[in-house]
C-alpha cells in the first residue's frame, strides 16, 4: 500500500495549494518529423500552448495519436522539438521534473534499492541510502528491496516507477498513462496516492484514456487532438454553477410552480425527474420550496460534472460538425 508522505521528505499539507503561479509553460510548441528523404511531413505537434500552476494536478486527454506523448517527450527533452518554448520555474532546470513513462524500464537484473541507489546517486543526493529506503517503504516496497527487478509484477514495477520519478524531490511530476495494465486493486491504490498529493504543493500532469480516474484525481484537463491544443478546462465549472437532480414521487402542479423561476435543464416525460442548473448555496433552498409545496422528493443530488461529458463535448461535437 501507498504512504501517506509522497513528496520525499515531506509530509503531506506542509506545502502550499495550488496557486497561480505558473511552474511550467509551454508556448507555440511544435514537432515535425520527416526529412528531405521522406515524401510528407508528419506534424506530430503544432504550435502547442498551455500552463501548469503549482500544485495543480491536470489531466492529458485526447484519442490515439493526438500527439499527447509527443507533447511529455518535448517537455522532458527526450526528443527535441522543431519550434516553441518550454518554459521551467528555477532557471529552467529539468531536475525539477519527474518522469514515469508508459512503459517503465529498470535495470532488470539489479534489486529494487539499487534501481533507487543508483538514481539519487545520480542525482547527487545527499543521502542515497536513507533516501532510497525512505522511498520502497513509501511504497510498500520495503520488503522486496532485495529482490530483482526481473521478479515484479507490472504493478510492483508501476510504484517502482514512480518512487525512482519523486527520489529527487521534483516539483513537477508528469505520468503517461500510469493506469495502463493494472489490476483493479493497483488502480484503487494509485487513484488513492493520487489523491494524497493534493495540496502538497506537486505538480502532476497524467496523460491516460481513464476518463473516471482522471475525474476523481485531477482538478483541470488539457484536451489535445491532431498535435493541436484544443482546450484546458476546469473539471468544477468556474462560474460556481452546479447542476442539481430532483426525484419526485409525486409531480404535479404545486412542484411546477414551487420550482417556477428556476432554470429547468430537463424534465423526465413523467415529471417525475427534474434537472435544475443553480448554485450551489441555493440548493437546500430548493429543496424546502420543493417539500413545503407537498413534494414527496425520493432523491436530491448534485450532478458533477465528469471528465467523460468534458470529452464528449469537445470531441464528439467536433468531430459531428465536421
Known sequence: MFSVSPVNG??????????????????QLSKVYGNRFTT????????ASLELKIGEICGLVGPNGAGKSTLIKLIMG????????????????????????ERP????????????????????????????????????LEERRNDIVSTFSKGMKQRLAIARALVHSPKVLIMDEPFSGLDPTMVFELRGYLKKLKGTGLTVLI?????NELDQVCESIIFIMSGHIVKKEDIQRGDGKVNMRLVILNPGDAISAALSGLKILSVSPDGGTI????????????????????????????????????????????GAQE
Open 40 to 47: 510528407k511531413n508528419i506534424h506530430a505537434l503544432d504550435k
Open 78 to 101: 527526450i526528443e527535441p522539438k522543431t519550434n516553441g518554448e518550454v518554459e521551467i520555474d528555477d532557471n529552467g532546470a529539468t531536475t525539477i521534473l519527474g518522469y514515469v513513462p
Open 207 to 211: 496523460s491516460s484514456h481513464e476518463l
Open 10 to 27: 515531506m509530509e503531506v499539507g506542509h506545502m502550499s495549494h495550488s496557486t497561480d503561479e505558473a511552474i511550467l509553460s509551454v508556448k
Open 105 to 140: 524500464t529498470f535495470f532488470e537484473d539489479l534489486t529494487a534499492y539499487y534501481n533507487l541507489y543508483y538514481i539519487a546517486k545520480l542525482n547527487r543526493l545527499p543521502d542515497p541510502d536513507g533516501i532510497s529506503r525512505k522511498m520502497l517503504s513509501d511504497f510498500g
Open 275 to 318: 434537472l435544475i442548473e443553480t448554485t450551489k448555496g441555493d440548493v437546500p433552498q430548493i429543496l424546502a420550496r420543493v417539500i413545503g409545496s407537498g413534494g414527496q422528493v425520493l432523491e436530491s443530488a448534485v450532478i458533477q460534472r465528469k471528465a467523460e461529458d468534458m470529452y464528449a463535448e469537445v470531441f464528439m461535437k467536433k
